[in-house]
């Protein structure tokens, strides 16, 4: 017996060692206090529109944040981190859907995220995911979530399907948000790439109807699709077939919405990878892309959201 205690009190001593050193690396990793927002920047969120209306009981934007890998084209997270805060802390979004949220991106967000919760943001070990959500703990309450990842892809740290079922703490409503990134079309392999994502949007629509049905919400299908409303520049890359696959059983809030806001950079009414599908009946009050020319310094995909009522 008393080996047993003393095996036990050495698991917990390790647990909290372990523990310890993990928020001690996020306090490290995900310090941005030294760097410099881009010139620009607070003046473009200042004079930025971010009220709603009074009636919309929920705000949902969707992000791909991009990886600080230098592969794929990503840069150093923290000051992109910085403004990214700064921007959920301005528009208030209730849900957020991300995408390519790397550890570096992980740390600077749970250093300095506030009220604002994250959903299955990590696996066993230090394998992040990289699909996730984000939700704003003082407005709504997380009922239930789940994941999925998708039976193709190239990466199901990215190629996943993560769902939360909210209630807006005023006015009790429900709704569920889902936040994915589909597959994208390569150089040579357009045939066997557009074929994944076909089967990709089916299990987003299939889910998305599943999860309607069972808890008789709305369903608001949100993130980076890879895929162009309108055909986009590129047709054969843009996948717009997958678009218009996606929009055929789910509805594009951007098309019912009854407001629309963009930036200088990039109307709101061009084709974008970034969309905010809906299954259900509400009223989108609100859509807007947040597409000054500074915030291209964040991402390479400008922040979308819409805002809901009855």
């Known amino acids: 017996m008393k080996k047993f205690i003393k095996f036990i009190a050495t698991l917990l001593c390790i647990s909290i060692a372990a523990v310890t050193a993990f928020i001690v690396t996020i306090n490290i990793r995900g310090n941005f206090d030294d760097y410099d927002l881009p010139k620009g920047f607070n003046e473009s969120l200042k004079n930025s529109d971010t009220a709603r209306s009074s009636d919309a009981y929920a705000r949902i934007m ?11 084209g990503g840069t150093d997270a923290h000051k992109r981190a910085k403004m990214f805060i700064d921007i959920i802390n301005e528009y208030e979004p209730d849900v957020i859907a991300v ?3 790397s550890d570096q991106w992980y740390c600077c967000i749970t250093k300095n995220r506030g009220n604002y919760q994250l959903v299955y943001p990590v696996s066993s070990g230090a394998m992040f995911h990289m699909t996730g959500l984000i939700y704003n703990s003082e407005t709504v309450n997380l009922i239930e979530h789940g994941r999925m990842e998708y039976t193709q892809g190239d990466n199901p740290r990215l190629r996943r399907i993560v769902w939360g079922l909210f209630e807006d703490k005023g006015t ?4 569920i948000v889902t936040s994915t990134h589909l597959d994208l079309i390569r150089e040579g392999q357009e045939k066997s790439q557009l074929e994944v994502m076909r089967v990709q949007a089916d ?14 919400c709305p369903v608001l299908s949100a993130g980076d699709f890879n895929a162009m409303d309108g055909g986009g520049y590129n047709d054969p890359f843009f996948a717009p077939s997958i678009y218009d696959k996606i929009a055929a059983s789910l509805t594009d809030t951007k098309s019912i919405a009854k407001s629309k806001t963009s930036g200088n950079s990039r109307n709101v009414n061009k084709p974008t990878f970034d969309h905010i599908f809906l299954k259900g009946n509400v009223t989108v009050t609100r859509y807007g892309i947040l597409s000054d020319k500074v915030m291209e310094q964040m991402s ?7 805002d809901i009522t009855n």
Request: hydrophobic content about 35%.
């Open 62 to 72: 969707s992000a791909n944040l991009l990886v600080n890998y230098e592969s794929w």
């Open 99 to 101: 995408q390519e949220m």
């Open 172 to 175: 009790k409503n429900r709704y």
């Open 203 to 216: 299990e987003q629509i299939k889910l998305s109807k599943e999860l309607y049905k069972r808890y008789k």
């Open 300 to 306: 390479d995909h400008f922040p979308v959201f819409a």
